[in-house]
Structures are given as structure tokens and as C-alpha cells.
């Protein structure tokens, strides 16, 4: 089945210490979203791709980067995580003529 | 930029029904609405394209006034599989979306 996959599914990383989450499609859509989703929180951009073209939220952290290398994959890295970067990172695609996202079950990312 | 929704949390028991209401400071051009389950992620629900248009999905229906920048979510005959957080949300200029501020629905047998 075609769908929107993302590894890990938990990741636990120390105060300060890099790391990366990744996110796969199989849908060949152009757009690509990848949400931060605290606690009882709604979910919150930090970026989105259209096709390669990058758009960063202004209220972003400079702390959260994010690579598109194809049009399958996508890779959200925190340089330096604090405690406050603890949360539910979710993937999104959607098709340019549609306008349901599809979400992939997210990374729970646990900083230490 | 973020719609605000209201209740915050709900309770109901089965077969009893509720409202859910979105509304923006900024004009709404269209509304999407979501359902995120508990440890899930969000499923895509419906989305309202133009002001007045209302739209169902099995006993999930949703209305779109545009002029009041509202939009509301109507559950009727409630089901225990609809609990979970209902999300609306509204996208900008250049693919930008931003979900709303949430209403938790818990159904009770």
C-alpha cells in the first residue's frame, strides 16, 4: 500500500546531541510537511517542501533543519535538542491538486 | 494565525450529539477538518471550500460561513469510535497549513 512511512518510530537522545528523523512516501506527492506536536497540543508547522523548494516558518528554531534530497524522502535534523524539543514529530505529504494530507505515524523523539 | 476552537474538551455519551466550532481572526478561504486518536496521527475528515458549503461524512457533517470566518463540526448519533481530538485547520498562501487549537471528544457507553 502506498503510504508515508517514519523512522524511528521513538527516538531517545541526549541533551545537545544531534539527531536526525526521516520520512518516506510512496505517494509521489510534491508537497512534503513536517510537523511539531507537543503534549495536548495541536500540531505545528515548522517547514514544508513544494517539490524542492524549501519554506521555513518564520517561528521556527534555527535548531531545526530539514533536507529533501528526492521527492520520496525527506529528513528533519536538530542540531542541538533541548528538553523543550520533546515532542511528536509528524510527516505530511500532499498531492498539489488535492488537499487532504496524508500523515505518517510520527517519531515520539524523548530528550534526556 | 492559529483558529480557535471551542469546547476545548467535550464528553458525551452514545448516541447524544455535538458541535464543534472553529473560528479565525483571518479570512478563512477554506476549512479542513481532522480526527487524531489517541497516540495516532491525524486522518483527514473533510474539508469546506466555499463560504456556506456544507459538507457530510457518514454522521459527520460540517458548515462553513465565510463571512464570520466560522466553521462548525456537527457529530450526530455519537459513537464510541469517535473519540479523539478534532482538529480544524486552514491553509495560506504557498502550501502553508495551520490546525486549530483542538476539541478532545470523549464518547461514554
Known amino acids: 500500500d502506498a503510504m508515508v512511512i517514519q523512522n524511528p518510530r521513538y527516538q531517545v537522545t541526549q541533551f545537545g546531541k544531534p539527531v536526525t528523523l526521516s520520512c518516506s512516501q510512496t505517494?509521489?506527492?510534491?508537497?512534503m510537511y513536517w510537523y511539531q506536536q507537543k503534549s495536548s497540543q495541536a500540531p505545528k508547522l515548522l517547514f514544508h517542501y513544494y517539490d524542492k523548494d524549501f519554506n521555513n516558518e518564520a517561528d521556527t528554531p534555527d535548531n531545526f533543519q530539514s533536507r529533501r534530497p528526492n521527492t520520496s524522502f525527506c529528513f528533519l535534523d536538530i542540531r542541538s535538542p533541548g528538553l523543550g524539543d520533546a515532542a511528536m514529530y509528524l510527516c505530511?505529504?500532499?498531492?498539489?491538486?488535492?488537499?487532504?494530507?496524508?500523515f505518517g505515524p510520527g517519531t515520539r523523539l524523548t530528550v534526556t | 494565525q492559529q483558529p480557535v476552537q471551542s469546547p476545548q474538551a467535550v464528553i458525551l455519551r452514545e448516541g447524544e450529539d455535538a458541535v464543534i466550532n472553529c473560528s479565525s481572526s483571518?479570512?478563512?478561504?477554506?476549512v479542513h477538518w481532522y480526527r487524531q486518536k489517541h497516540g495516532e496521527a491525524p486522518v483527514f475528515l473533510m474539508i469546506?471550500?466555499?463560504?456556506?458549503e456544507q459538507k457530510g461524512h457518514e454522521k459527520i457533517s460540517a458548515s462553513f460561513n465565510e463571512k464570520k470566518q466560522q466553521s462548525s463540526l456537527y457529530l450526530t448519533a455519537s459513537q464510541l469510535s469517535y473519540s479523539g481530538t478534532y482538529f480544524c485547520g486552514t491553509d495560506r498562501t504557498g502550501n502553508q497549513f495551520y490546525f486549530g487549537t483542538g476539541t478532545s471528544l470523549t464518547v461514554i457507553p
Open positions: 469546506l471550500l466555499k463560504g456556506g
Open positions: 505517494l509521489n506527492h510534491n508537497v
Open positions: 505530511a505529504t500532499r498531492k498539489t491538486s488535492a488537499y487532504e494530507q496524508y
Open positions: 483571518k479570512a478563512l478561504y477554506s
